[in-house]
Nanobody, 125 residues
Framework: QVDLVESGGGAVQVGGSLRLSCKVSGRNFHTLCMAWFRQDPGKEREGVAVLDRNGATTYADSVKGRFTISGDSAKNTLYLQMDSLTPEDTGQYYC???????????????????WGQGTQVTVSS
């Protein structure tokens, strides 16, 4: 079985940066589709960024150019580097995994099988 544990969340001012980590256990992340999602209270969980087993990436339009998804095979850890943060980036951030997802579905919550517990990101003015 696959286990995902997020860390690295916190509070930051507008324009600041954070790097989130997702430690993967049970499978090598490079054999999976890995993703970051986020959710604010009262809103649907939305896809932020995806890294597939071939190294291809997908980003939501709202974060493209500011966020970067990457992985470290030696540590079996997925990362999300977040720069130029705005209050709209506030939310609970989740790591997710699936065996393979067609490109058109990669930012859809229902496509993923395994989820971490989440880590909170708060961006203040």
């Amino acid at each position: 079985q696959v286990d995902l544990v997020e860390s690295g969340g916190g509070a930051v001012q507008v324009g600041g940066s954070l790097r989130l980590s997702c430690k993967v256990s049970g499978r090598n992340f490079h054999t999976l589709c890995m993703a970051w999602f986020r959710q604010d209270p009262g809103k649907e969980r939305e896809g932020v960024a995806v890294l597939d087993r071939n190294g291809a990436t997908t980003y939501a339009d709202s974060v493209k150019g500011r966020f970067t998804i990457s992985g470290d095979s030696a540590k079996n850890t997925l990362y999300l580097q977040m720069d130029s943060l705005t209050p709209e980036d506030t939310g609970q951030y989740y790591c997710a995994a699936a065996g393979w997802i067609p490109t058109p579905r990669r930012l859809e919550r229902g496509a993923y099988d395994v989820w971490g517990q989440g880590t909170q990101v708060t961006v203040s003015s």
